[in-house]
């Protein structure tokens, strides 16, 4: 049985930024957030941009979740040092499901770098990569030694 969003990160309402995962493979995930009009994180109709790469953020750390989860580990404590080459195409706006899209591109020691992605209606929101630093010890990541993935 998979564990919940509420077993796999801290977050909770209004914080909470994720409203489901749909896919986990591999170093990649998909989640889902749809935002109501006027909730935390919006305002005039529109997501805030620090609100998108929040919802990027708890994506990447629930798929790490997921992956402590599968290997009988607890999900990592993490957090985001960095947000580089990040691009906001079009607004977000409330009411309409957002597509977050992440994937693990490397691991180095304790650091790890996701491209991430939103889409919403099939149209590119918002993409760039995130950087964090995570306790490797909770979830047996790769370290600076070991193969890179």
């Given amino acids: ?33 749809t935002f109501a009009e006027g909730s935390y994180g919006t305002d005039g109709g529109c997501v805030l941009e620090g609100a998108l790469i929040e919802c990027l953020a708890q994506t990447v750390a629930a798929l790490h979740g997921i992956r402590a989860h599968q290997s009988g580990g607890r ?20 009411g309409r499901s957002l597509q977050l ?3 693990i591109t490397r691991h180095l020691g304790p650091f790890c770098l996701a491209a991430g992605r939103i889409e919403q209606d099939g149209s590119l929101v918002a993409e760039g990569e995130l950087k964090f630093h995570l306790e490797e010890d909770r979830v047996g990541l790769p370290t600076a030694s070991s193969p890179q993935g």
């Fill in 101 to 103: 899209t992440v994937r």
């Fill in 75 to 94: 999900a990592p404590r993490g957090l985001l040092v960095g947000v580089t080459d990040f691009a906001f195409r079009r607004p977000a706006s409330c």
């Fill in 1 to 33: 049985m998979e564990p919940t969003l509420a077993e796999l990160l801290p977050h909770r309402p209004p914080m909470l930024m994720v409203d489901a995962l749909v896919r986990c493979e591999g170093d990649s995930a998909v989640a889902v957030k």
